[in-house]
Protein backbone atom coordinates (compact mmCIF):
# COMPACT_ATOMS: atom_id res chain seq x y z
CA UNK A 1 0.00 0.00 0.00
CA UNK A 2 1.03 3.37 -0.83
CA UNK A 3 1.85 5.99 1.84
CA UNK A 4 1.49 9.62 0.54
CA UNK A 5 2.87 12.46 3.24
CA UNK A 6 0.83 15.84 2.63
CA UNK A 7 -2.37 18.09 3.02
CA UNK A 8 -4.54 19.03 0.09
CA UNK A 9 -3.99 21.93 1.03
CA UNK A 10 -0.77 21.83 -1.29
CA UNK A 11 0.33 19.48 -4.62
CA UNK A 12 -0.53 16.81 -2.32
CA UNK A 13 -4.00 17.23 -3.83
CA UNK A 14 -2.54 15.79 -6.93
CA UNK A 15 -1.51 12.84 -5.75
CA UNK A 16 -4.20 11.76 -3.62
CA UNK A 17 -6.80 12.74 -6.06
CA UNK A 18 -5.24 10.55 -8.77
CA UNK A 19 -4.58 7.93 -6.26
CA UNK A 20 -8.79 8.13 -5.82
CA UNK A 21 -9.30 8.41 -9.32
CA UNK A 22 -7.67 4.61 -9.62
CA UNK A 23 -9.28 3.20 -7.17
CA UNK A 24 -6.32 2.64 -5.55
CA UNK A 25 -5.76 2.44 -1.85
CA UNK A 26 -3.26 4.44 -0.03
CA UNK A 27 -2.15 5.76 3.78
CA UNK A 28 -1.98 9.10 4.12
CA UNK A 29 0.25 10.90 6.95
CA UNK A 30 -0.83 15.02 7.54
CA UNK A 31 2.08 17.27 7.31
CA UNK A 32 2.65 20.40 5.57
CA UNK A 33 5.81 21.64 3.66
CA UNK A 34 8.89 22.05 6.00
CA UNK A 35 7.20 21.14 8.80
CA UNK A 36 8.39 18.60 11.06
CA UNK A 37 5.93 16.19 10.88
CA UNK A 38 7.17 15.90 6.85
CA UNK A 39 10.93 15.91 7.86
CA UNK A 40 10.59 12.90 9.78
CA UNK A 41 9.62 10.66 6.72
CA UNK A 42 11.09 13.28 4.06
CA UNK A 43 14.87 14.69 5.16
CA UNK A 44 13.79 18.41 2.93
CA UNK A 45 10.39 18.53 4.34
CA UNK A 46 9.00 18.68 0.81
CA UNK A 47 5.92 17.42 0.21
CA UNK A 48 4.19 15.72 -1.17
CA UNK A 49 6.01 12.58 -0.57
CA UNK A 50 5.48 8.94 -1.78
CA UNK A 51 6.75 6.25 0.71
CA UNK A 52 7.03 3.17 -1.19
CA UNK A 53 9.56 0.35 -0.18
CA UNK A 54 11.36 2.46 2.63
CA UNK A 55 12.29 5.10 -0.54
CA UNK A 56 10.66 8.93 -0.41
CA UNK A 57 9.74 9.96 -3.45
CA UNK A 58 9.10 13.89 -3.86
CA UNK A 59 7.73 15.22 -7.13
CA UNK A 60 3.88 15.69 -7.71
CA UNK A 61 4.27 15.45 -11.30
CA UNK A 62 6.64 12.06 -10.86
CA UNK A 63 4.28 10.51 -9.08
CA UNK A 64 1.22 10.86 -10.50
CA UNK A 65 3.23 10.15 -14.03
CA UNK A 66 4.32 6.75 -12.12
CA UNK A 67 1.26 6.04 -10.21
CA UNK A 68 -1.07 6.52 -13.66
CA UNK A 69 1.46 4.07 -15.62
CA UNK A 70 1.83 1.49 -12.90
CA UNK A 71 -2.16 0.95 -12.61
CA UNK A 72 -2.76 2.28 -16.16
CA UNK A 73 -5.47 4.50 -15.99
CA UNK A 74 -5.38 8.27 -16.63
CA UNK A 75 -2.85 8.07 -19.03
CA UNK A 76 -2.26 6.80 -22.69
CA UNK A 77 0.27 4.46 -23.75
CA UNK A 78 4.05 5.54 -23.92
CA UNK A 79 5.08 6.01 -27.62
CA UNK A 80 1.33 6.90 -28.52
CA UNK A 81 0.26 9.98 -30.10
CA UNK A 82 -2.23 10.19 -27.61
CA UNK A 83 0.60 10.16 -24.69
CA UNK A 84 2.48 12.79 -26.70
CA UNK A 85 -0.60 14.96 -26.81
CA UNK A 86 -1.22 14.41 -23.02
CA UNK A 87 2.28 15.23 -22.22
CA UNK A 88 2.42 18.36 -24.34
CA UNK A 89 -0.71 19.58 -22.58
CA UNK A 90 0.89 18.95 -19.03
CA UNK A 91 4.59 20.48 -19.96
CA UNK A 92 2.13 23.24 -21.38
CA UNK A 93 0.71 23.82 -17.60
CA UNK A 94 3.65 23.46 -15.65
CA UNK A 95 5.66 25.83 -18.00
CA UNK A 96 2.60 28.53 -18.41
CA UNK A 97 0.90 28.34 -14.76
CA UNK A 98 2.41 26.18 -12.09
CA UNK A 99 5.73 27.80 -12.61
CA UNK A 100 4.10 30.99 -12.65
CA UNK A 101 2.13 30.44 -9.08
CA UNK A 102 5.25 28.91 -8.13
CA UNK A 103 7.50 31.91 -8.68
CA UNK A 104 4.55 34.15 -6.88
CA UNK A 105 3.93 31.66 -3.56
CA UNK A 106 7.90 32.14 -3.28
CA UNK A 107 7.46 36.03 -3.46
CA UNK A 108 4.58 36.33 -1.27
CA UNK A 109 4.96 33.91 1.65
CA UNK A 110 8.02 31.13 0.48
CA UNK A 111 10.96 33.30 0.32
CA UNK A 112 12.33 34.86 3.35
CA UNK A 113 10.96 38.78 3.55
CA UNK A 114 14.26 39.72 2.18
CA UNK A 115 14.22 38.12 -0.68
CA UNK A 116 10.74 38.54 -2.09
CA UNK A 117 10.37 40.71 -5.09
CA UNK A 118 6.73 42.35 -4.90
CA UNK A 119 6.92 44.15 -8.17
CA UNK A 120 7.43 40.65 -10.25
CA UNK A 121 3.74 39.68 -9.54
CA UNK A 122 1.96 41.98 -12.04
CA UNK A 123 3.97 40.28 -14.88
CA UNK A 124 3.38 37.20 -13.64
CA UNK A 125 -0.39 37.40 -13.17
CA UNK A 126 -0.25 39.41 -16.72
CA UNK A 127 1.32 36.24 -17.91
CA UNK A 128 -0.99 33.91 -16.52
CA UNK A 129 -3.78 35.37 -18.02
CA UNK A 130 -2.69 35.38 -21.44
CA UNK A 131 -2.17 31.43 -20.69
CA UNK A 132 -5.80 30.96 -19.85
CA UNK A 133 -6.92 31.09 -23.57
CA UNK A 134 -4.02 29.47 -25.15
CA UNK A 135 -5.56 26.41 -21.98
CA UNK A 136 -8.96 27.14 -23.62
CA UNK A 137 -8.35 26.53 -27.11
CA UNK A 138 -6.22 23.00 -25.71
CA UNK A 139 -9.56 21.48 -24.71
CA UNK A 140 -11.05 18.84 -26.75
CA UNK A 141 -14.78 18.37 -25.16
CA UNK A 142 -14.99 17.91 -22.13
CA UNK A 143 -11.10 17.44 -20.99
CA UNK A 144 -7.98 18.29 -22.35
CA UNK A 145 -8.19 15.01 -24.10
CA UNK A 146 -11.73 14.94 -25.39
CA UNK A 147 -14.08 12.35 -23.44
CA UNK A 148 -11.06 10.99 -21.27
CA UNK A 149 -9.97 12.58 -17.54
CA UNK A 150 -6.75 12.24 -17.23
CA UNK A 151 -3.53 13.38 -15.25
CA UNK A 152 -2.79 16.57 -17.51
CA UNK A 153 -6.70 17.46 -15.99
CA UNK A 154 -5.64 16.65 -12.36
CA UNK A 155 -3.08 18.92 -12.93
CA UNK A 156 -4.83 21.42 -14.90
CA UNK A 157 -7.69 22.02 -12.37
CA UNK A 158 -5.23 22.05 -9.57
CA UNK A 159 -3.68 25.11 -10.97
CA UNK A 160 -6.59 26.85 -11.45
CA UNK A 161 -7.76 25.76 -7.75
CA UNK A 162 -4.40 27.74 -6.95
CA UNK A 163 -5.14 30.60 -9.61
CA UNK A 164 -8.26 31.50 -7.23
CA UNK A 165 -6.62 30.96 -4.09
CA UNK A 166 -3.52 33.28 -4.99
CA UNK A 167 -5.98 36.02 -6.83
CA UNK A 168 -4.73 35.67 -10.04
CA UNK A 169 -6.60 36.49 -13.43
CA UNK A 170 -10.08 34.72 -13.35
CA UNK A 171 -10.61 32.07 -15.91
CA UNK A 172 -13.52 32.80 -18.60
CA UNK A 173 -16.66 30.74 -18.70
CA UNK A 174 -15.55 28.17 -20.90
CA UNK A 175 -12.57 27.01 -17.99
CA UNK A 176 -14.78 27.49 -15.00
CA UNK A 177 -17.18 25.46 -16.36
CA UNK A 178 -14.38 23.27 -17.32
CA UNK A 179 -12.62 22.96 -13.66
CA UNK A 180 -16.55 22.52 -11.97
CA UNK A 181 -16.40 19.41 -14.41
CA UNK A 182 -13.67 18.14 -12.81
CA UNK A 183 -14.54 19.34 -9.52
CA UNK A 184 -17.68 17.19 -9.60
CA UNK A 185 -15.87 13.85 -10.02
CA UNK A 186 -15.80 11.69 -7.05
CA UNK A 187 -12.72 11.00 -6.97
CA UNK A 188 -12.10 14.77 -6.29
CA UNK A 189 -14.75 14.67 -3.77
CA UNK A 190 -13.05 12.22 -1.81
CA UNK A 191 -9.42 13.04 -2.19
CA UNK A 192 -11.32 16.15 -0.26
CA UNK A 193 -12.10 14.47 2.83
CA UNK A 194 -8.69 13.63 3.23
CA UNK A 195 -6.38 15.74 5.55
Do not use: H, M
Given at each position: MYTVLGSTRNR???????????????????GMPGSRDA????KTGKVPALILDGEVFTDSIAIIYFLSDLHNGLTFPTGSLDRLRMDGHINFLLEEFDSLLWVAAKNSFINPPAHRVEA???VLKW?????????????????LMGDTFTIADILATHCLNWAINAK??????TLK????????????KRALTDT
Open positions: TLRVIWTLEELGVPYNQIAKVYSVKPEFERSLKRLEDRLQGDYFPEANTNYAKRCRGRQAY
